[in-house]
């Protein structure tokens, strides 16, 4: 598998002083901040948008290349990930990572008669997130099939093909859930078929449930209460990166 990445969410954060929480948690050992954005409309809850990412930026150095130490991991939660695109880059978002649900549905919004079409639009979402220079991930809702992905996986088009898939271990919305171990078997398949794929996990990862998701193959590893809600967070991520490196 590719290398573990510890990205904790700053959800679990305190929001009175931001800033100062993303450069503390990369200075205990973290890889990239997992930066929750809610609408209200796509999950019941609501967070912050591109300007509060404008402002955090300047506290975290961004990645010498790549997808390494720094990298602003943006989980878009939200009906219209495509519209958002360009100020996310603006504000400084390295790896744009919206919901297969969203896409799909915003198409179907868009041509109710669509069919093929409907189909190719996350590779659409995909290309534009390309073209605006920033890495693209794709997260699935524990109700998706974990299959819609291999169309997309597959594509012979590089621009089309995600650096990383989400795959969420919680219903989307809120932090300090409990972990959902049935995801696994998403995360087993899409590991045997795609070696060197990031795997993303997120909702519910700790000290008790990391071994679970790391024997699965997950090598991106969000944890939020886990690691905010800890009074050794350093400790805390220590042991996610050990347990994922194995
Ligand atoms: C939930 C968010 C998660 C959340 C995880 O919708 O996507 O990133 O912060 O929180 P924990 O780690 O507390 O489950
Ligand atoms: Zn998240």
Same mark, same amino acid.
């Given at each position: 598998?590719?290398?573990?990445?510890?990205?904790?969410?700053?959800?679990?954060?305190?929001?009175g002083?931001?800033?100062?929480?993303?450069?503390?948690?990369?200075a205990?050992?973290?890889? %990239?901040?997992?930066?929750?954005?809610?609408?209200?409309?796509?999950? =019941?809850?609501?967070?912050?948008?591109?300007?509060?990412?404008? /402002?955090?930026?300047p506290?975290?150095e961004?990645p010498?290349?790549?997808?390494?130490?720094?990298?602003?991991?943006? &989980?878009?939660?939200?009906?219209?990930?495509?519209? %958002?695109?360009?100020?996310f880059?603006?504000?400084?978002?390295?790896?744009?990572?919206?919901?297969?649900?969203a896409?799909? @549905?915003?198409?179907? $919004?868009?041509?109710?008669?669509?069919?093929?079409? /409907?189909?190719? @639009?996350?590779?659409?979402?995909?290309?534009?997130? &390309?073209?605006?220079?920033?890495?693209?991930?794709?997260?699935?809702?524990?109700?998706?099939?974990?299959?819609?992905?291999?169309?997309?996986?597959?594509?012979?088009?590089? !621009?089309?093909? =995600?650096?990383?898939?989400?795959?969420?271990?919680?219903e989307?919305?809120f932090?300090?859930?409990?972990?959902?171990?049935?995801?696994? @078997?998403?995360?087993?398949?899409?590991?045997? /078929?795609?070696? !060197?794929?990031?795997?993303?996990?997120?909702?519910?990862?700790?000290?008790?449930?990391? +071994?679970?998701?790391?024997?699965?193959? $997950?090598?991106?590893?969000?944890?939020?209460?886990?690691?905010?809600?800890? /009074? +050794?967070?350093? !400790?805390?991520?220590?042991?996610?990166?050990?347990?994922?490196?194995?």
């Amino acid at each position: 598998s590719p290398p573990a990445i510890i990205a904790p969410s700053i959800l679990s954060a305190d929001f009175g002083a931001l800033g100062q929480a993303c450069s503390d948690t990369i200075a205990q050992g973290a890889d %990239w901040l997992h930066v929750d954005i809610m609408d209200g409309h796509f999950v =019941p809850n609501m967070t912050f948008g591109a300007p509060v990412v404008t /402002k955090i930026r300047p506290h975290v150095e961004r990645p010498a290349q790549g997808l390494g130490r720094g990298t602003f991991d943006c &989980h878009m939660m939200i009906a219209e990930p495509k519209k %958002w695109v360009k100020d996310f880059k603006k504000a400084g978002c390295d790896l744009y990572c919206f919901h297969y649900e969203a896409a799909i @549905s915003s198409t179907a $919004a868009e041509s109710p008669e669509a069919t093929s079409e /409907k189909k190719t @639009s996350p590779k659409e979402m995909i290309r534009y997130i &390309h073209d605006q220079g920033m890495r693209a991930g794709i997260a699935i809702k524990p109700k998706t099939d974990v299959r819609v992905l291999d169309e997309i996986l597959e594509s012979e088009i590089k !621009e089309e093909v =995600p650096d990383m898939v989400l795959i969420m271990t919680v219903e989307p919305g809120f932090g300090g859930q409990k972990f959902m171990p049935d995801m696994m @078997s998403k995360v087993q398949m899409l590991r045997q /078929k795609y070696p !060197e794929l990031n795997i993303e996990v997120d909702g519910g990862l700790s000290e008790a449930t990391i +071994d679970t998701a790391a024997d699965a193959g $997950a090598n991106v590893i969000v944890a939020g209460s886990a690691v905010f809600g800890a /009074k +050794d967070p350093r !400790e805390v991520i220590g042991k996610l990166r050990q347990a994922v490196e194995g």
